[in-house]
T-cell receptor
């Protein structure tokens, strides 16, 4: 069965410091992986995705993520955090071999960037 | 200006009432989805539709119903059978659902409160 885990409910980081939001997954085949961001009382916005190829993918607003197949992880990173990055972040996975059209979402990680 | 619209933004329901949440997209996407978001639980799939006049139950379909009579519209009805409907409801869409590597586009959400 497909699953996604975001082990940290909240991550605090000082402005200007690098940030990492963790995501691990479990699928039977090669996964499609996504990161989304949600600001209060808003819908989710797409940040980046990994489908195939280079393990380091770059996305919107200076975010990037590294796909690690051996560790089944897809951690979101940014070299220098901004206060405006404070939001709720969701990792999602799609297993192309699952036979369904479902995307599985993690429980979310709240990022707080402190000035 | 392409996107997904959801209405109303806030909805209040009395016990025993059915209510319908609207979702409209002008992105010409085939697939549409309804998610429920509760604090600490991430997004849970209620229903999804890959094509007009076809839809499938997600993980928490009990107490909900949908229709897909037009490509651009995917309304969700929360029936009186849904015992705990207070939540934030998100509609999403994407194209090429069979491939699975396309990100979803989300609407701004409807917050439903039972009085």
């Amino acid at each position: 069965a497909q699953s996604v885990a975001q082990p940290e409910d909240q991550v605090n980081v000082a402005e200007g410091n690098p940030l990492t939001v963790k995501c691990t997954y479990s699928v039977s085949g090669n996964p499609y992986l996504f990161w989304y961001v949600q600001y209060p009382n808003r819908g989710l916005q797409f940040l980046l995705k990994y489908i195939t190829g280079d393990n380091l993918v770059k996305g919107s607003y200076g975010f990037e993520a590294e796909f690690n197949k051996s560790q089944t992880s897809f951690h979101l990173k940014k070299p220098s955090a901004l206060v405006s990055d404070s939001a709720l972040y969701f990792c999602a996975v799609r297993d192309p071999l699952s036979g369904t059209y479902k995307y599985i979402f993690g429980t979310g990680t709240r990022l707080k960037v402190l000035a | 200006d392409g996107g997904i619209t959801q209405s109303p933004k806030y909805l209040f329901r009395k016990e025993g009432q059915n209510v319908t949440l609207s979702c409209e997209q002008n992105l010409n996407h085939d697939a549409m989805y309804w998610y429920r978001q509760d604090p600490g639980q991430g997004l849970r799939l209620i229903y999804y539709s890959q094509i007009v006049n076809d839809f499938q139950k997600g993980d928490i379909a009990e107490g909900y119903s949908v229709s897909r009579e037009k490509k651009e519209s995917f309304p969700l009805t929360v029936t009186s059978a849904q015992k705990n409907p207070t939540a934030f409801y998100l509609c999403a869409s994407n194209d090429d659902p069979g491939q699975g590597y396309n990100e979803q586009f989300f609407g701004p959400g409807t917050r439903l409160t039972v009085l």
